[in-house]
Structures are given as structure tokens and as C-alpha cells.
């Protein structure tokens, strides 16, 4: 029973969501609206359980001493800090001028800013290892993103600027790259991707791909 | 000298997070933190204000409300939405944690017949009409579609077929990849490593300058911000 | 060939350190070329300058931080021209945090001594819209009336009582549009709702992803002109002659490109040298 | 049967274009009724001095296959319409409830086009419309069409296509997996990435460390995700066998809750449910780059062994595999985001290709009934292959001959995938 009944909403569902496309009359025009505010709902109840998993997994931590314990303390408060100043906050809470949006705009976007930055230094030492002739299929990589990234910035302008006007070859033939052979590979992909999809979901629909539910205890 | 709290804070978080770059450190560790915690607080409030209260109370509350005046208003469906987020948390008691299971299946079951469909419709059948262009020859107007402007558009368009029909050739998976088979399949593997680069190198310069703007923020806020 | 050897397996924190150096080192200097025009900035430019002096023009900041970079550039320039053609300037953002970008934008153009010297005036001269929830509906709304999409000003002064916006109902009263899109919503959802529906002059800047999407537009003419991430940006400072960010970062990507680009070839070579040498 | 089963995918797909084809040409025949029967024709006024020749009204009606609300209202361009110093600017749409009320206007659509949908009206209200052709020296109005109301419809035509493809490839799937149920043996090529599996787990257990699996930054609402968590079960299965370490940070709580189960089911199945614990499994932040901060942070750390990122991936992705391949670890990435494809490709030593990760599962279970369905897929490329391959060289021949004829069977052809 544990099992059998999910997977009956598994499959009552997945129908009517891939029907509810078909039929612009309501209630099936709102499916789509409501599942995606019932999922955040649910999302929003089961936050917890993560919280209170790291909560539960840093005091452990504290209290058992163990290797790098200070850093689960600073874990812990400025998750209270966060959490109470938005709670207190009510449901203005994220307007400019509260201690909440304080947090959020000289702590919170700094560290995500920087960190999405540090990507910077990533593409050039992949780069640096994955672009390297080491058979045909390296080459080609190598070859195209080479000329990608030449055509990307003033190379054409420092290169030809003075003697001629609008000549930008190293532009053009990024964009020929971009606009045909990438555009290429892109579209056997998705496609793929589509077929994948299509078939996975059908797996689960049909209780043929059922792991994630569990074991049947 | 100009003092400015949040941005010599900013500095401090940034300068933080690059210094892993060169090892693991203390410095480092702080930053992880600090983020770890303020993002994790930030979302248990942010979830809490925006889908518990404006999703489900807002909704809720006055479909019960008429439930009393005897009316039976659609918004009352957020009912189940509410107990099948109960249903979630049961998870903290070992004996019922199976019921969490329920509202799981309604998560994939939806969720699943969701991206069944939007796929097949953006990810295959549109990009199969994109893909269908005549490839060569000059083309009178009439039917709408963009006639072959120049020669180069042209090769691009064989391009375009021959790459995207040796890619899937490459993702067949019930057939060996050998004889002309095998070779239409490593051509579309020659079509994926172009892409891959190709895409790569048009990234690198996003990525530039998303630590353009953090190193700006240090040279222009932060120290001529301060030291004028 | 120890060195050959070396830049195989070269730490790669050397090239960590290249690369924010090659990033730092042009924002101090001042080094000038001669950067070619793309049509289609030159087309917006154009289009900019044909509009009589005091015109009045929307800018709408449809971006974050994380997309500055390449928009607030653009956006500054923007500003900065606007303000000496003496363009009634109504700014307004369909992203939370776009309308305080363009803060900034105002905040840069009147440090300008030419600026300042016309003493422009808040919701006289220019005033800011701040931002409304509920992306394309909002232009759609702005179609038949920009008040009951903007009831109050980011500063909370009612729509009726800003002096500026006395004479502007609609799209109608608004003689350009200037969109700075870094996605969704952005570009396509101006095009297809401002332009296709109600008629408005559209040029945009985009960041170098969104691009590509918005070139369709400009071909079928309803885009007038598009500046494409940092380069389009820095082409724009040029015509507008206001070079500032742009042009130094896309400098910095100029050389951090050239970094990245030395090392692929470095490694390569080091990779047949030291391979010639086994055999 | 090799030669009866090729058979039966040429038969799948003729059928497949046989019912396109017929369903364009019905769609086609639907449209001549609505003209012919319930549409309504209305005629124009003489033309005002310096006034543009009015647009003339062609067809009103309800939109079609949709939630209702909304009516569709076209015309035939003014005469003025893209010339001449009575040039048009745009036309404006107009509505009255009643046929000599207060009209108001409703929208308005640039010059050259010629249809405009009027998505505020209330079903069963019956509406009058006209539209006004403006030019710079004013506006000129058709007449005025007959009354019309909205309604919604049960059934998208629109999307007829889209649902005749999805069927089709449902029937291929499940007709493949309803043989392989049966014992039919198919053939499957290999995937690097999966050969590598159990060697990757082989390794981390010889060398005493820890095996790291990522399952994406998305939620269960992404198939995505599904597939991770399905592959981590198999992949769990031999690490409980190996009685190897694995350590799986979480950005999401219900992919957490979710992938503890997976694990624990496959400790049972491997008959050690005693070697399980809860904190295998644990949450971080929900946040993209707090996730991944402190991902690296475990990766300089542990120094696990193996690295597994299966599931849906933005910009984080070349962080982990980067910091993952600085410390040596064995890396198997999937993903089926495209953008983040290059990145993997680039520093992980394997990476399953978009359509490749949902076939992972599949492959790792090794049930017949699961690789079944990868031959469905495999239908579904041919469908694919068969209609660009076809079409590409239809219109080709089309254009070199210049046959209009052939151009519109082509183009109707085409018509079928440009699904809204």
C-alpha cells in the first residue's frame, strides 16, 4: 500500500498534466497555475527539514568539537540572524531600509556576485587543458572555441582598425561558427533531450522508473 | 577618507572568496559561512513570506471564510495544498514518514506530465521546423519562407542539416556504431565538439565580466571610494 | 626542454593571477583605437540624433547586478546624452532591482560639469517610475494608461502631481523607447507588446547572451538599433563620445582573452614538444 | 525479425506522416467553415477625403482552441497600407456591446498587419467590433461587424500535430517496452561514462575515500533531478556493496528527504541496511552559490575520490568540476542543459550528453523493460531524421523548380510543427 497508492497519483497525475495541454477549457486551463504555487507550497513546507538538518548537523558539530567547529558557529548565527530579521520583518520584509534587505545587499549579493566571478578563472584554466589538440575530436574543440574567442572582442580593431574601415573578418567568421555548425549540434541535442524527456516521463508515469519512491517498507 | 560599513564589508567577502582560488584558508572558510547561513536564512524567510502566506494563506483564508457564508469558492483546492505540505514534514516522525511519499508523487507525477509536454513541443517539434530551410537554390517569396540570401547562408544551411542529422545519428542507442552508420554517428560527434567549443568560447566573455564588475567594485568603490 | 615540460603541468594558479591582472591593468590605463561601428549601433545612434531637442524618451532598466558590467555602461552613456539633449527622461524598470541601477546611471551623468550646469530638476527634468511587478502585463497596461501601471513615482509622489509626466498618458506621448535587458522580461517582450501592439520606437542594449535573440528584430525592423553586451556598449561611447566603462572593460576583455588564448597556444606547443620527445 | 522489426518503425513512421497530413488538410477544411458558415463578412464605406481607404473588415470570430475570453478579429489591409503619403500608421481595433453603443477602443496593431486578438472580453457576451485605419491625417472606420461572442473550447486544434506526434511516440516506447517484457533481447551500444561507473566506485574504495554525488541545483520538479536520484540508486547499490563512503550535499530539501530513501532502499536490496545513516544525505542552502561555496569547501576537504554531477546545472557547474579536478578526482558529469555541456566536456573525465543522462538510468537498471523504452526513443529519432531529411529536400527541389505548387505542399508539411 505504501507504494501502490503513490504510484497511482504518479500516474493520475502525469496524465492529466500532459492532457491539461490540450484543453484550453477550464478547470484544465489552470493545472499548470496551480501546480506550480501547490509545488511551492509544499516546497516551502519542506525547507525545513533541510533546515533543520543543517541546524541539527552544525551543533553536533559544536558540541562534539570536532575539526572546524568555529566555522559551524558562524553557520548557525548569521542563519538566526538571517532568519529572525526576515520573520520580524513581516511581510514587508525584503523593503529597502530594513535590517533584512541590510543583510541581503551588503552581505548576501557580494558573496554570490563574487562567487559567480570566480568562473572567470575556471573558463581560462579549463580552457588551458581542455583545448588541446590531442586527436580529431580535441582539435575540432580547440579549433572552434580558438576562433569563437578571437572573433568575440577588438582583435579585428587592434588588428586591421587603422588600415580599414568596418573589416572585421574575425567577427564573421565567429559568427559563422555560432549561427551554423553550433546551431547544428545544438538542435541534435535538443532533440535528443526532447526524446529523453518524453521517454523518461512515460517511464514514471507508467511505474516502470519507481527508485526514487523508495524502498516498499 | 571616505568610511563606507557595507562596502568595506563587500571588500572583505570578495576578497575572501577570490583568496580560494589560491588555497583553502581560514579567510576562506569564514565567507563559506557566512554564506552558507545567510542564504540558507534568507530562503526559510523568503519561502515562508512569498508561499505560505501570500500562496496559501492569502488564498485560503478567504475561500474558508465564505465556506461559512455557505459558499464554495475554487481557492478551497489550496486546502489540499496546504495538507500535502503537512504530509512533508510528517517526514520528522520516523513511524509516518511514508505519507511524505504522497505528496512527492503529485510533485513527479505533475511533473513529469508537464515536461513531457513542454519539451516535445520547444526542445523537438520547434526545433525540427527550424531546421527545415531549403538548402540551396533561389526561392520565389510566395510560401512565406525566408528565401537563400547568399551563398554563405547557403552552405551554412547544408551545415546546419548535415550536423543535426549526424548528431542524432550519434544518439541512436539500439544500433552498434559501425559502417556507414558508425560513420554518420562520429561525424555528429565532430558537430558536438564544434558546439562545445564554439559555445565555451562564446562564454568566456560573459564570465570576464561578471570579475570585471567585482574588480571594478574594488578599484572604483572600494579603494578610490575611500582614499579619494 | 624543462621549460616545454614546466607549462604542462604549470600550476594553475599562474594563470589565475594573469588573468585578474589583465583584467586590472587597463582600468589604469589609457589606451585609445580605433573601434569600428556596427550598423546597428550606428542605426540607434542615428535615430537619437534625429529626435528633436527635449523629446521625451523612456529608459527602462531591465537588469541586476550581476549584469552591470555589460549594461550600466550603456545605461550611463544613455543617460549622460539624454541629459544634454535635454530629453524629458521617465525611467522605470520591470526587474526589482533595474530602477536603482538607473539611480546610478542619474547619479554618474551629474557629476558631468556640463550637466550640472543645466540644473536639472526631479520630475521636472526626469523622474524615475521604480519598478512594478508583473513583466509583460505591465507594458501591456502601460499601453492604455503609464498611470494605472505606475500610481506613484519610486519616490511615492503621485503620477498626476509629477509636473513631468502632466502630458504623458500613454505610449502615444513618448517619442522613444531605450530598453537595457539582461533576459526575461526584457528586448522580446518590448518588441512584441510595445512595438507590434502599440506602435513605439524600440532600440535596445543587451547583454552579449540576450543578443543573438533580439538580432530577428532588427531585421524585421522592429528593433531601429541594438547594442550587443560590451562591445556594443563601448561602440555607443564612441558615437555618443562618452568613453568611460565600456570601453576600458572591453579593453580588460581584450587582454584577458589574450591571456587565455597565449596559454591554449602554450599549452599545445608544450603538448607536441614534449610528445616528440617520448617518442 | 531484424527485417520485421524495421518493418514495423517504417510503418510507425509512414503512419505518422499519413496522419499529420490528414490532420493539416482537416484543420484546413475547419478554417473554410468558419468562413463559409459562422464567420461574418461585413463590406467598407466609401473613402473619406485625405482619409486612408479604410481596412476592411474580413473574418470575426471566437478564437480558436482556447480557454475563451478572447475573440479574433482580422481584415484586409488598407490599400494605404505601406505606401503613399496617406500612408497607414496603425490600426486601431474598436468594441461595443451593443451595435450602436459607445465603442471603445480595445488595441491596436502596426501597419502590414492584419489580425488582432481582443483577449478581454466576458464569454457569452455578445460584442460588436469595427476597425479604424489611422494615417496622419486621421482615421477612417470599416463597418461594423455583426454581433460575436467568446467561448472556451475542449479541445486545442491548434495543437492537433503536437498531440499526434506525442502519440506516436508513446505507441513507439511502450510498444518496445511491452516486447522487451516479453524477453525480446535488443541491442544497446555503450556509453563511456557508464562503463566507467563501477570502476570510478572501485577506485574511491581501494584508495579509502569518499565518493561525492551531486544531484543537480534544480528541485523534484525538474526530470532533471528524477533521473540523478534514479541513477544515484543504482550507483548506491554497488557503493553499499563496496561499503564505500558517499557524501551528497543538497540544495533542496525534498531532493534530500527524496534521495535518502533512494539510498536506503538500495543498503537494503544490498543486505546491509545497518550501513546506512541519515546525515549521508544532507542539506546545505538553497542558494545557487552558497551551494556551491560550500561544495568546494567539502571538495578541498575530503578529497573525495569520485565525483558525480547528474541532474540539472547552471553556472555552478564548471566551479565543482574544476575544483573537483584540481584535488584528482574521477569525474562523471551529465546534464541536459546545453549550455553547461561545454564546461563538463572540458574538465570532467566523462560526461553523459544530454539524452544520454535519462538513458543512464535505463542502462545501470539493465531491466528489459527499461531499455525497451530507449528503442521507442531511438523511433522517435528516425521520425525525426526522416522529416528534416525529407522536407529540407522537398523545399530544395521546390526552390530550384520554382513550383508553387510544391511549395505549398511543403509548406503544409511544415505547417504540422509549428506548434504554438
Known sequence: MRREIPLIITFVVGVAFVIQYFIPHSPFDRFEQLFSDWFFIIAACAIWLGALNLMKLSLIKIQKRRKDWQYAVVIVVSWLTMAIAGFAGGRDFQTPGTAFDWLYQYIYTPLSATMFAILAFFVASASYRAFRARNLQASLLLVAGFLVMMGRVLFDDILFGRLFENFQPLADVSNFIMNYPNMAGQRAIMIGIALGIVSTALRIILGIERSYLGGGD | MHFDLGVWIGAFLTLGIISFLYKDNPWYKICEAIFVGISAGYWIASLFWQNLVSKLYDNLAPAIVALFHGQIQYNLLYLVAGILGIMMLLRLIPQIGWISRWPLALVVGATAGLQFINYLVSNGVKQIYNTIVPVFGPVSDAGGIPPVATTGEGIGNVIILIGTFTGLVYFFFSKEHKGLFGGA???????????????????????????????????????????? | MGFWNTMLAVDRRWIFLLVFLSLLIPMFLGVTFKLSISPEVQTLYDTLEQLPNGSTVLMTFDYDPPSAPELQPMADAAVKYAFKRDFKLIIMGLWPQGPLQAEISVREAMKDPEIQARNLEYGVDYVNLGFQAGNEFVIQRMGTDFREAFPRDIRGTDYSEVPLLKNTKNFSNVDFVFNFSAGYPGTVEWVQIAVDRFGVKLGAGNTAVQAPLAYPYLGAGQLVGLLGGMRGGAEFERLTGFKAKATTFMLSQTFAHAIVIVFVILGNIAYFVTRKKEQ | MELLRSRIIIGITLLSMVLMFGSALAQDADKRDVLDSTAVRVGTFKKPVNLPIPAQLDVVEDSEGDAGSSITVSWLPSPDDGAGKNNVIEYQILRSESQDGEYVIVGSASRGMTQFQDATTTDGVTYFYYVRTISKDGGANSQISAGIQSSPQWFNTKDLDTFIIGLIICAAVIYFIYHAQKGKKFFLRQIAGLEAVDEAIGRATEMGRSILFIPGINDMDDVQTVAGITILGRVAKTIAEYDTKINMPVSRSIVMTTARETIKQAYVAAGRPDAYSDDMVHYLTDEQFGYVAAVDGIMVREKP????????????????????????????????????????????????????????????????????????????????????????????????????????????????FSAS
Open chain 2, 185 to 228: 554517428a562520429k561525424v555528429g560527434t565532430w558537430f558536438l565538439m564544434i558546439t562545445f567549443g564554439a559555445s565555451f568560447g562564446y562564454t568566456v566573455m560573459s564570465r570576464m565580466s561578471l570579475l570585471i564588475g567585482r574588480i571594478d567594485f574594488l578599484v572604483n568603490d572600494w579603494i578610490r571610494g575611500t582614499f579619494g
Open chain 4, 305 to 416: 575520490a569520485t565525483c558525480f554531477y547528474l541532474g540539472a546545472f547552471f553556472a555552478e557547474s564548471l566551479i565543482m568540476a574544476e575544483t573537483g579536478n584540481s584535488i584528482g578526482a574521477i569525474q562523471i558529469a551529465g546534464t541536459a542543459m546545453p549550455a553547461q555541456l561545454p564546461f563538463f566536456v572540458a574538465a570532467c573525465d566523462y560526461t553523459l550528453i544530454g539524452e544520454e543522462l535519462f538513458a543512464a538510468s535505463a542502462y545501470l537498471s539493465g531491466e528489459p523493460k527499461q531499455l525497451g523504452s530507449l528503442k521507442g526513443q531511438d523511433v522517435g529519432k528516425i521520425i525525426a531524421m526522416i522529416v528534416i531529411l525529407g522536407l529540407c529536400g522537398l523545399y530544395t527541389v521546390a526552390s530550384i523548380s520554382d513550383s508553387v505548387s510544391l511549395l505549398d505542399f511543403a509548406d503544409k508539411i511544415k505547417g504540422l
